[in-house]
Structure formats: C-alpha cells, structure tokens
C-alpha cells in the first residue's frame, strides 16, 4: 500500500493529540451506555466523564459503536 | 408461583430497571424477554442498515437473538447507571458490528499486509512518494524530509509488534478488534500498546524539538 499525504498526516495527528493517561476499549465500553444518555439528554457528558471523550476522539472501533448506539436509542425513543 | 404471577401481571406498562433485572436474571420470564427482544430490534435496525449491504432484517434477528444470549448472561453486572434498555442496547449494537467487522474482513492477514508494504514503503520515501498530484521541487524536498524523519522514528522507536499494528490500524485501516484477533490479543491490549507507541513518537519529536503543528504545515 501506497503511503499517502493524508496517512502520514493522520499519523502526525493522532501523534499530537497523545495523552500521558488515555483509558482503554474496555473501560470506555463499560462507560459508554451512560455517556449515550447523558448527551440525548442534552447534558454534557464531556465535562462528566472526560476520559470517555478523550478515547472516542481516539479510536475508531469505539465511536462507530458509540455512534450507532445513539442511533438506536433514539429510534426507541421515537 | 407469586414471583412468576407478578412477571407476567407487569407485562404491559415500561419496565424500571429493577423490574428488568428481577425479569431477566434466571430462569428469564418469556414476556420480558420478548419486550427486550423487540426494543432491540427497532434499535438495531437504523443503527445498523447503512453496514449491511443485504438481508438486514435477518442480520438483525440473528444479531438480536446473539445478544439477548449475553445479555441474559451478564443481567447481574448492570449497575443501573443508566436505563437497563440503554445497557442492554449497547451489548446489542456491539454484537452487531463485531459480526460484521469479522466478515467484513474475514480473509484479511496481518502478514501479507507487512509482506507487501516492507520494500514498496521504503521505494516510496526515496522516490517522493506521495502519491497524489507533485508538489514543486521545495515542496517535495520537505515532504522527503518528513517522511524519512517519520519513517526513522518508527524503525527506531517502536517494537515489532507495535509497527505490525499502526501498519494495519492507521495505514491500512482495519479495525481494531480484527488486528487485536489476528496478533492473538484483545482489543484493549492492542490500544494500550498502540498508545505506547504513540507516547513513544510524541516523545522523541519533543526530544528532538519537532513541533507536530510546524510538520503538519509542511505537508
């Protein structure tokens, strides 16, 4: 594969943003289902739990599920 | 027989999170899980039709059934920080895409991935590599530059293992969950060595008074 401008770019990127102490998959997981309701009730989960912020802005794996789950709840709601 | 006539007298109205719990631990009342069941699906169904190409319904029912399985299973470890409906769609949405990640990707090896970009990626950084439209000559100089200083880090700094996984991750971008499966680790082990890896990048742009900002304007 090719390396592209826009790959050493994203890898410059996720460099940068490194914390000292980032959580895991695991510990965002357990975590997620709360931060899902805080933000369809309008509250801020960010300033709540910022360490799952922090691993969403991070990993792909994580926030494709967090996005999908909020996808759901609010379909339920509905 | 009273607790079974109280699960079948609530079936009607929501359930609180207690009631769920009560429901669902073992053996499961059928009502409740047939409520569980259909919340699921008319989650499951909007959150997942955009990754499914075909037969979603089906991919839906089957997903549903896998993860009222682990559900039922794990009803003891809901903490009732939020609603039990909003847990238990959370193990269904993750049952989902983890089904579809391993399809999706079924015939993916790490090994062909490290085989075919080993000698190509150093051709590259000689070559100007970057494979959209040339830059001008000073350009292209530069962006030599940070390549090569970028490449230099990784063979440097990083482990084995660690240049295995930002190769499939970020510069092939295969799910985390399908590269953790195929280094036989788990998806948390592999973000805690990745972060590893990238502590160790950012430290040694930091040693070498690399400021990322001023890279990423060269590029």
Redesign the interface.
Known sequence: ?????D??????????M?L?H?I???DC?D????F??LELQGKTPEKAMPSVKEHLER???CR??YE??L??????AA | MLNWFKKRKNSGKALSNDEWVEQLTPPPAEQAVAKLRM?LI???????YKYVDRELDQFVEDTTQDALLKILDKVHTFRG???F???A??V???E??SEL?RKKYNDISLSD?VA??DE??RD??NQM????ESPGPDRATH?RM??QK?QKMIDEELTDKQKTA?NAL???GI???VVAEQMGTN???L??LV?DA??K??DR?MAEGID??E??NQ?
Not at chain 2, 129 to 132: A, G, L
Request: charged share 30%; glycine share 4%.
């Open positions: 594969m090719k390396l592209t401008q790959k050493l770019k994203s890898m410059i990127r996720m460099v940068k490194t000292d980032e895991g998959c695991d997981y975590q997620l289902h709360e899902a309701e990993c792909g794996n494709q599920e999908a789950l996808k759901a709840l609010e379909a339920v | 919340i008319r989650g499951l169904k909007p959150a997942l920080e939020s609603k409906t909003t847990w769609m959370k269904a949405v993750r989902g895409l990640r991935l075919n970009d190509s990626g590259e950084i590599s970057f494979t959209d962006e940070i390549l970028v930002i970020m510069m092939h799910p985390i969950e998806r948390n082990a973000y805690k972060h990238r502590l990048m950012k742009l990322p900002d890279m990423l590029l």
